[in-house]
């Protein structure tokens, strides 16, 4: 997993390592960067006495390191690499440059210089952009070194001989590994530990940031004005990708970066003017604020358990299974797990092995009905639009049948034939609040792999685009097709703007459960099978599959629950709210998995996509 998010930038980059140094493949692997190995043939020889301190030898060294790999690897007629690092470690005491010593002798020299001393190790780090021209090699560097001061303790000959023996010094600058035996050695480090390893880190994302995300003029007065960053409202879908919605950000990339996918603007860096403008450092999740959106839905099942009298059933403290509560209120038995489910993550209910017991809100209640009455008429249903479905009436056996799951219309998106949704206002604040909730994850969803593999990718249900925009900017030769409900292909022009990304995006209207699917080398499924009953998430698995030919992808992202379906309380929320309104349900990894595979797809690998989601990607085997 990539824990910095500017790693993501060389995701899908040809990244080679110009190092033989076991300790600084482990430092970047770590951090999740991906990359080849392929170490340096420079001979670590410069004339020292002609660089003016020793980080600019340290430097100089470096990335020499760099574009020698970088030549040789172009010439070979392999791939030319898109990025080169490399790296070179000194110590330097007294005035003098260490690096690895060439025998015991030599380490001992170096050990004894730095012996009850305090030492500056320098790593210079060369990051070589390389692109081919008409056959011609042509790189750009960007280089930097780091420094940190170690003190050794007062150590015996005897210590420093031991030390020798055991053979540790001999590959290491200075002659000693601060990260092994030669840990013992030092009395205190200032500064960044992994570059004394080997690598900073640190300094190595921050050179990042600054080459893919360089600052524009007037960010910093900006970055002072705006002690509250503005966030999306809701309030005017135009205004979801307009100016002023989302924290300034910059252009990625060099010029080149930029051309390429597509996102070149001004040298200089003048306002991004197409809309999405998620290129920069992801802004904050709002995971505060949209568990306030989303907080009238705890009290509305509260309110519901309370007008089923859900709590009067268990209040003989005697527990109950969901089944039998169930039977006792008159639901259906799937309504009343997932109903029990929420009080339960809520705190409402106790449950003891598979069975509820009522909790210690019975003193409570009479405040809860009577708040819950005032608010849950079932007419006006919190004046929610989206959730006016949820009333205790949803959980209702229809017509007194005895059926063990809701009945609810199976239309395509029963949410646009609901009663609330009949307006293009209505329709329109919909698919705004789609959007912007799309909007928020969709650059860990795009990155959650590694998608540059795929020519062509078919976003199923992918209402405004959100998605695609993103995946279009991040893999700048990917076609994409929306497919969606025409009702949701028509309004798409209120959230998209033109930008250089969408060429390479088209929408297609239609139903995916009953129109054919255009062809694809991947197919994504984002926050789509949720909504569904399980025959309907059968049916759209059974065509995704028979479109697709053997290596293609399916991405399928959900809100994923634990493999005993009792947390996190967000997804169990959804799950009910799934249910109300459309008769689907969330699931676990297993259950996703195994849907994957029942339906052709193996190699199912899974990684988190952004805030409380999970992607997961298959691969079609062969028919
Ligand atoms: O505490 C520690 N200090 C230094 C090291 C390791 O020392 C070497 C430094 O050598 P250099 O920078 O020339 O790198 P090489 O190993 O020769 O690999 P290249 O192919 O990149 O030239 C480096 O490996 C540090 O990791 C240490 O481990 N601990």
Redesign the pocket.
């Known amino acids: 997993m990539v824990l910095c998010p500017v790693l993501g930038k060389l995701l899908h980059k040809h990244v080679v390592l110009a ?3 076991p ?2 493949r482990e430092i970047l692997s770590n951090a999740g960067l991906r990359f080849e190995v392929v ?2 043939k420079f001979k ?1 020889k410069l004339n020292k006495a002609s660089f003016p301190t020793p980080y600019a030898y340290a430097v100089e060294t470096a990335k020499q ?1 760099a574009l020698e790999v970088a030549s040789r690897l172009h010439q070979k007629d392999l791939r030319t690499p898109d990025v080169v690092i490399g ?3 000194i110590v330097a005491v007294s005035g003098l440059i260490l ?2 010593p060439v025998d015991k002798q030599d380490a001992y020299r170096m050990l004894s210089r730095l012996n009850g001393k305090e030492h500056s ?1 320098f790593t210079g780090v060369a990051i070589v952009h390389c692109y081919s021209k008409e056959g011609q090699l042509d790189t750009e560097v960007s280089e930097f070194y780091e420094e940190t001061s170690v003190k050794f303790s007062e150590l015996s000959e005897e210590l420093l001989w031991e030390y020798i023996h055991s053979g540790e010094p001999m ?4 002659g ?4 092994a035996l ?1 840990g013992m050695l030092v009395e205190y480090v200032r500064g960044d530990f992994l570059n ?3 690598f900073p880190l640190n300094h190595f994302c921050k050179k990042l940031v600054e080459l893919y995300y360089p600052p524009r003029q007037g960010d910093l007065q900006r970055a002072r004005q705006d002690s509250i960053p503005p966030v999306d409202t809701f309030e005017n879908p135009r205004d979801v990708d307009g100016a002023g919605c989302m924290p300034v950000q910059r252009t990625a990339g060099s010029s080149k970066d930029r051309a390429e996918a597509g996102t070149d603007h001004q040298a200089g860096g003048t306002l991004d003017t197409d809309c999405n403008r998620m290129v920069g450092p992801l802004p904050p999740f709002p995971a505060s604020l949209l568990e306030l959106v989303d907080g009238f839905k705890v009290s509305k099942a509260l309110f519901t358990a309370c007008r089923l009298k859900v709590f009067d059933v268990l209040k003989g403290e005697v527990p109950q299974k969901a089944e039998d509560i169930a039977s006792i209120v008159d639901i259906s038995v799937c309504g009343a797990k997932r109903l029990l489910d929420v009080c339960a993550t809520l705190g409402l209910l106790e449950r003891s092995e598979r069975e509820m017991l009522n909790a210690s809100i019975g003193t409570h209640k009479r405040m809860i009905e009577m708040r819950g009455d005032g608010q849950i008429d079932e007419n006006t249903v919190l004046e929610h639009k989206v959730y006016v479905l949820c009333s205790t009436s949803s959980f209702r056996r229809r017509g007194g049948q005895k059926t063990p799951h809701i009945q609810l219309p199976m239309e395509p998106f029963p949410l646009f034939q609901n009663t609330s949704l009949q307006t293009r206002e209505d329709k329109l604040q919909f698919v705004g609040a789609m959007h912007s909730l799309g909007k928020l994850t969709t650059r860990q969803v795009v990155t959650a792999f590694d998608l540059s593999p795929f020519a062509s990718a078919c976003d199923l249900g992918g209402c405004t685009g959100a998605l695609a925009r993103e995946l279009s900017r991040q893999y700048p030769r990917l076609k994409v097709t929306v497919v969606d409900l025409p009702d949701i292909i028509e309004h798409v022009f209120c959230f998209q703007r033109d930008g250089p990304e969408m060429a390479r995006v088209r929408f297609q209207a239609g139903d995916f459960f009953r129109d054919s699917l255009p062809k694809a080398d991947l197919y994504i499924l984002s926050r789509v099978l949720h909504d569904w009953p399980d025959d309907r998430v059968q049916g759209l698995l059974s065509r995704v599959s028979s479109s697709c030919r053997p290596g293609a992808g399916l991405l399928l992202v959900e809100a994923i629950m634990d493999s005993e379906e009792r947390k996190p309380r967000a997804s169990l929320m959804w799950s009910l709210n799934s249910l109300l309104q459309t008769g689907g349900r969330d699931r676990c990894v297993a259950d996703y998995r195994a849907l994957l595979e029942q339906h052709g797809f193996g190699d199912v690998q899974e990684a988190p996509a952004g805030p409380g989601l999970t992607a997961l990607l298959g691969t079609r085997v062969g028919q």
């Open positions: 190092s033989a140094s300790r600084r170490p340096s670590e390191k790296a070179d470690t690096e690895k190790v590959d290491k600058a200075g000693y590994g601060i990260q030669g004394v390893v080997g």
